[in-house]
T-cell receptor
């Protein structure tokens, strides 16, 4: 079946602009995760959804970052007033409850 | 807090050589342990996992054993191939389901 998909695959934006990154999880997966992969920081957890609620937002680096999930499916990660340090690959993963996580191909964000 | 430490790369080997990539962890409870692989231009894929002490995860000729006494989960393969060239990540997961990652080890296999 279809895997986790993310869009766009690449995004170049100017500093100060807002961006939205989208994740379509595997159908039926109740849990959804956002991670960030950047040079010098490795892979960092951002936020976790169970259904539409986010019991763990501990990884969001600042209040410029927010995420939502609707209908227990698609999730959007929004970064407001982007900064150069936000440049990274943003990865989405989904899983059936506590089972293994399946990753999407990522969105490469470049802030100029 | 929880953390994962893995050996720095790149690791360069000849085809058919024996591979070990070291991974150690710090955790307050009893985590599950994972190895993920990222091939060039592709997304992260789960390679193998172990959920409790002394479990051995295995896949595609790779193996790793969950050693609680040494808090380690070293990745091994008896005979590597050029197609194994990738970045390998060790990770742990505790109750809140988020993965805590090592820094990644780039593996280069030369023919």
């Amino acid at each position: 079946g279809a895997g986790v998909s993310q869009s766009p695959s690449n995004k170049v934006t100017e500093k100060g602009k807002d961006v939205e990154l989208r994740c379509d999880p595997i159908s039926g997966h109740t849990a959804l995760y956002w991670y960030r992969q950047s040079l010098g920081q490795g892979l960092e957890f951002l936020i976790y959804f169970q259904g539409n609620s986010a019991p763990d937002k501990s990884g969001l680096p600042s209040d410029r970052f927010s995420a939502e999930r609707t209908g227990g499916s698609v999730s959007t990660l929004t970064i407001q007033r982007t900064q150069q340090e936000d440049s990274a690959v943003y990865l989405c993963a989904s899983s059936e409850s506590s089972y293994e996580q399946y990753f999407g191909p990522g969105t490469r964000l470049t802030v100029t | 807090g929880n953390s994962v430490t893995q050996m720095e790369g790149p690791v360069t080997l000849s085809e058919e050589a024996f591979l070990t990539i070291n991974c150690t962890y710090t955790a307050t409870g009893y985590p599950s342990l994972f190895w993920y692989v990222q091939y060039p231009g592709e997304g992260l894929q789960l390679l193998l996992k172990a959920t409790k002490a002394d479990d051995k995860g295995s896949n595609k000729g790779f193996e790793a054993t969950y050693r609680k006494e040494t808090t380690s989960f070293h990745l091994e393969k008896g005979s590597v191939q050029v197609s194994d060239s990738a970045v390998y990540f060790c990770a742990l997961r505790e109750m809140n389901y988020q993965l805590i990652w090592g820094a990644g080890t780039k593996l280069i296999i030369k023919p």
